[in-house]
């Protein structure tokens, strides 16, 4: 594995930033859980809170990126990204990452070019584990507009239905520095109730450190490209170019701090 991340770091330096999702852009973001109706699943990032014998609604921090995979052209479909960095000062920081997918069943697992976020179904390619090691995937699907974007975020386990969790709210755009230091890599997580699971899953993680070896210390511009994220809503775009400042939109309400 040294030797891939090695040869992943040789490549990312010689395209000047990352080889998987190359162009994308960053914002704040908060997740308000809910739980899912008739079940638990043994983390609070899913659950929500312990009250007594319930569980109640709860708000983390998080950060999130919006990407194409391949860094396509303007109007060319590509594999989307949608990058989540949960936030959580007590029991650590937890990273899903999904890709554009369909909504049929055999091919649910498996990355689908798409044009925009708005309406796209979104999800993890392969199982995480949750609580005392129920496996399960994660789903999201986008919806919003200027200034309210969000992600509906479900969770199944295998074979069964799929069922929502919580609500992903974007926030302001983080500058494109930011965009450039931030790595998601679901496999370094300290977090014993949310885990990635599987050979696959570790490979995964050793191309996203190979990726993310090598990338420069400024953003490069992207040759001033930007993808709609709200399907032909102008207001909400991913700024793939570091001078794309009027992007994105910020969203208002969003705090910064757990509000569990």
Not at 65 to 80: A, E, N
Not at 84 to 104: I, K, M
Not at 242 to 259: F, L, M, Q, W
Request: aromatic share 6%; glycine share 14%; net charge positive.
């Amino acid at each position: 594995m040294d030797v891939v991340e090695s040869v992943g770091g040789t490549v990312s330096r010689w395209r000047g930033g990352r080889i998987l999702h190359p162009r994308g852009r960053t914002f704040t973001a908060q997740l308000r859980v809910y739980g899912s109706a008739g079940r638990t699943w043994g983390s609070p990032l899913l659950d929500g809170l312990p009250d007594g014998h319930r569980r109640r609604p709860c708000r983390f921090r998080a950060t999130v990126r919006l990407s194409k995979g391949g860094g396509t052209p303007v109007g060319v479909p590509d594999v989307l990204g949608l990058a989540v960095r949960v936030h959580d000062d007590r029991d650590g920081d937890a990273d899903l990452l999904l890709s554009s997918t369909t909504r049929l069943p055999v091919l649910r697992h498996l990355p689908v070019p798409a044009f925009t976020f708005d309406g796209t179904p979104f999800g993890s390619l392969l199982a995480y584990r949750a609580g005392a090691g129920q496996r399960l995937y994660f789903g999201a699907v986008g919806h919003g507009d200027a200034g309210d974007f969000r992600f509906h975020l479900s969770a199944r386990a295998p074979g069964g239905p799929w069922l929502t969790f919580a609500v992903l709210h974007l926030g302001p755009p983080l500058p494109p520095a930011d965009d450039t230091r931030i790595a998601f890599d679901p496999t370094v997580s300290r977090r014993d109730d949310l885990r990635v699971t599987g050979v696959v899953q570790r490979l995964r993680g050793v191309a996203y450190r190979a990726s993310q070896h090598g990338r420069p210390a400024q953003p490069q511009r992207a040759g001033g490209v930007t993808e709609s994220v709200a399907g032909s809503r102008p207001q909400w775009t991913v700024a793939v170019d570091s001078t794309a400042e009027t992007a994105a939109r910020t969203s208002p309400g969003v705090t910064r701090s757990n509000a569990g």
